[in-house]
């Protein structure tokens, strides 16, 4: 587990810890009383955000989530005693298929230990075989307890990839200094064959533009729709597209 100072106080009084569980993804708080071993007030198997203490009462406030849990707004003393949720800001959750997760430890071939956290398609079946997609950028398993809310962006977004039937992968890779391609590599096991360029004209390095994030996602679901779900190919996919007719309808 690594612990890191969250709140400081006076010379000579406890202060606040967060935690966070390297390989357990757990999280919580513990204080820290001058010459003691420190003490947990709580820990869950959750993502717990930073408290907010009220000026003239011993309240706090903070929020926890999860895969599945919208990162709601919880209350209690400075003891973290008896904490009580007070909002529901995705209450349409349950209308959803929504999957779940895992975490997966395995090793590189130097030997170092690793993490993913693999994201289980809404009504998982053990023994089931299910299409898989493999989304990687650096260290990712810390990414197991953030709720995933579908949104136009320029990558995959697990939670709708979950909901259409789809196993979501998202490895860690370390970096050995001098070999960032092969490192990734050696980290990501698994092969990527039939590639499709998309590049939209005057972007920064994600897309900016409303149009393009939307037609971004719906092109990599039509992608992974055809090769792992044997849908029919969209004419983009086997005509291409002219950089002339670039921005047009999706055919």
Not at 178 to 183: I, L, T, V
Request: net charge positive; hydrophobic share 30%.
């Amino acid at each position: 587990m690594r612990r890191t100072s969250h709140v400081s106080s006076a010379a000579g009084q406890p202060i606040l810890l967060s935690a966070y569980g390297e390989w357990t993804k757990k999280s919580g708080y513990f204080t820290l009383a001058p010459g003691q071993a420190p003490k947990p007030l709580i820990r869950v198997d959750k993502e717990i955000g930073g408290p907010t203490k009220a000026e003239r009462a011993d309240r706090i406030i903070f929020t926890e989530q999860t895969f599945q849990e919208s990162p709601d707004y919880w209350v209690s003393d400075s003891s973290f005693h008896s904490p009580r949720k007070v909002t529901d800001a995705n209450p349409f959750l349950g209308e959803y298929a929504w999957g779940s997760k895992v975490l997966i430890d395995y090793r590189n071939s130097k030997g170092q230990r690793l993490q993913g956290t693999l994201t289980l398609p809404a009504g998982y079946q053990a023994g089931k075989k299910y299409p898989m997609l493999v989304y990687f950028y650096e260290i990712m398993s810390n990414t197991h307890h953030a709720f995933s809310m579908p949104a136009f962006d320029d990558r995959p977004q697990t939670s709708t990839y979950a909901s259409n039937g789809y196993l979501v992968l998202q490895p860690d890779v370390v970096y050995e200094i001098g070999k960032p391609g092969s490192s990734a590599v050696d980290c990501v096991t698994s092969a990527v064959k039939q590639v499709i360029f998309l590049s939209y004209p005057d972007e920064p390095h994600h897309l900016a533009k409303k149009e393009n994030q939307k037609d971004f996602q719906v092109r990599m679901k039509q992608f992974f729709d055809h090769y792992l779900m044997d849908k029919p190919a969209p004419k983009w996919m086997t005509d291409g597209v002219p950089q002339g007719k670039k921005g047009g309808p999706i055919q």
